[in-house]
Structures are given as C-alpha cells and as structure tokens.
C-alpha cells in the first residue's frame, strides 16, 4: 500500500465463501443446483411456481448452517475489530459466515438466508426453519412469508448507505467477485473516481480487473489473512 487508507468499503462475493463449501452462484449453462435462475430467482418465478420456490430456497437455508467460516472470514473480521477508522464490508452473500466469524460491520445488499420477509407487511424476522408449510408472519399474522432475498429484477438494498460509504473510503477491496454482477461490479468504478485506491483479491482475473489498482489471485483463505496482516502493519505503523 502506497498509503495508510482511513476509511475502508470491502465488497465480497461467492469466491469468498466457496472455500466454506457453498456453491458459488451459478454454473455456465445457466443453472442453480440444476434450476434455471428465471424459476428460482426471479419475483416471477415465485409467483409462477411460489412452491418451487420456497422448497429451493428451505434447502439453501438448512444447508447453509451446516458449514462454518473459513481463514478469509475470520481475517475480516479480526480487521473489523482492529480498525480504528471507518470499515464497512459489503457482501453479494447471502449466508452469516461473516457474522458467525465475528464481524459486526456487515451490509447485506442481496438479503440473507436466514431471514425472512412478509409480502404483506414488510417486516422481517431471523428464520432458521423452512418457509414451505406456509407459517405465519409474527407481525400481521398472514401466511406472506417469503425468503428476504433480492431477487433478479429487484433493487439490492442499503444502496444509499453503500455509495455513502464509497464517497468517504479511501481504499476499496473486491474479494471473491466475478465482476459480472451489477450494480456491485460498477462499485470499483465508483470508487477509483471518487479517488480510493482499488484492489482486487479473487481466485482469478474477474470481468473487471482491469479497473483494479491492484490485483492478488489466488485461494481467498491464503489471500486475505495476508492482505489483513499488511493493513493491520500498515496501520500500526502510521
């Protein structure tokens, strides 16, 4: 690093926690777990098949508390806890390996597994247990309950809060991303013209190296705790 950073935004993405056992998204022909995204991801394909839907997603939710964080978790968290300046690690993700590994300034921008949200009225709730017998909503009591994930053709959230975060940072961290997913892949953009430095840790070139300052590839579990151990040096010696 050419300069102690203050202010730090991380975008993660799937690469980050393929190496825990999940699934990074999906595959070349356009499948998820043998599904096509338009069934599975999609507000139309809820409404269209909602049974489908739910049981696929009930899978991902039981199958997501059976894995644990790996090495590029918990170095961002340690980094959480370390850092003294402003930090905020966005994820595409929608599982808790972050939080599991101890972090505490985490952004869900594509919603989580573990919760759920009311069609009817909008409230969310921790949900561990399948959506597909229907339960009712704690809030309003209606059977609404849907999976509080941002599907294709809906807004991520927190986009506010996220460019604020942008404008302030002076370093920004894509680890895991492929580059190919907006608005999250125009945030290294964003970043490099509001005058952050940029770097790029992924397990290989990504659809948007080349707008990175700085590009590590390699394992995320063997590229981040290094990259934390140089901040964390960095830092304690400024």
């Not at 990074?24 to 356009?30: L, M, N, P, Q, W």
Request: hydrophobic share 40%; net charge negative.
């Amino acid at each position: 690093m050419d300069e102690t950073p203050k202010n730090i935004v991380i975008l993660t993405g799937a690469g980050i926690s393929a190496e825990s056992g999940i699934d990074t998204f999906r595959d070349a022909g356009g499948l998820w777990e043998q599904h096509r995204v338009e069934d599975v991801a999609t507000p139309e394909g809820f409404a269209a098949n909602p049974d489908l839907v739910q049981r696929f997603y009930d899978a991902r939710r039981a199958a997501v508390q059976t894995v644990e964080p790996n090495g590029a978790h918990e170095a961002l968290a340690r980094l959480d806890r370390a850092w003294k300046g402003e930090l905020l690690i966005v994820t595409q993700n929608v599982d808790d390996l972050h939080e599991r590994a101890g972090a505490k300034r985490v952004l869900h921008m594509h919603g989580e597994l573990l919760s759920a949200l009311c069609a009817r009225c909008e409230t969310r709730h921790r949900w561990s247990a399948p959506l597909f017998d229907r339960p009712p909503c704690h809030g309003c009591g209606e059977q609404a309950l849907r999976p509080d994930v941002v599907w294709f053709g809906e807004m991520p959230y927190a986009m506010d809060r996220i460019y604020a975060a942008l404008r302030a940072a002076d370093l920004f961290a894509s680890i895991g991303t492929s580059g190919a997913v907006y608005p999250a892949a125009g945030f290294v953009r964003d970043a490099r013209e509001l005058g952050a430095r940029t770097i790029e840790l992924n397990l290989e070139r990504s659809e948007g190296s080349h707008w990175f300052d700085e590009a590590r590839h390699g394992p995320a579990g063997q590229l981040v705790p290094h990259w934390v151990d140089e901040l964390l040096a960095g830092a304690d010696q400024a």
